[in-house]
């Protein structure tokens, strides 16, 4: 199971989800700038630093689900 899916790892894939998103959409549409990239930027830090401070955690599968 890779790092980022243990129970005790820190969350680093959630927080990139909506800036990656947000730069690959403004690419498409021929948007993307300094401007863009530095907000997505931005969020990836915030997010990670609240999912630091505030010990944030992927949610995990109960077991005995499927």
Do not use: E
């Not at 498409?28 to 990239?37: A, E, S, T, W």
């Amino acid at each position: 199971m890779p790092q980022v899916f243990q129970h005790d790892s820190v969350l680093y894939v959630v927080p990139a989800t909506p800036a990656v998103t947000t730069v690959v959409v403004a690419d498409g549409l021929g948007q993307l700038n300094v401007g863009i990239r530095m907000c997505a930027a931005l969020v990836v830090t915030t997010l990670g630093v609240a999912a630091l401070q505030f010990v944030w955690h992927a949610p995990l599968r109960s077991v005995g689900t499927k």
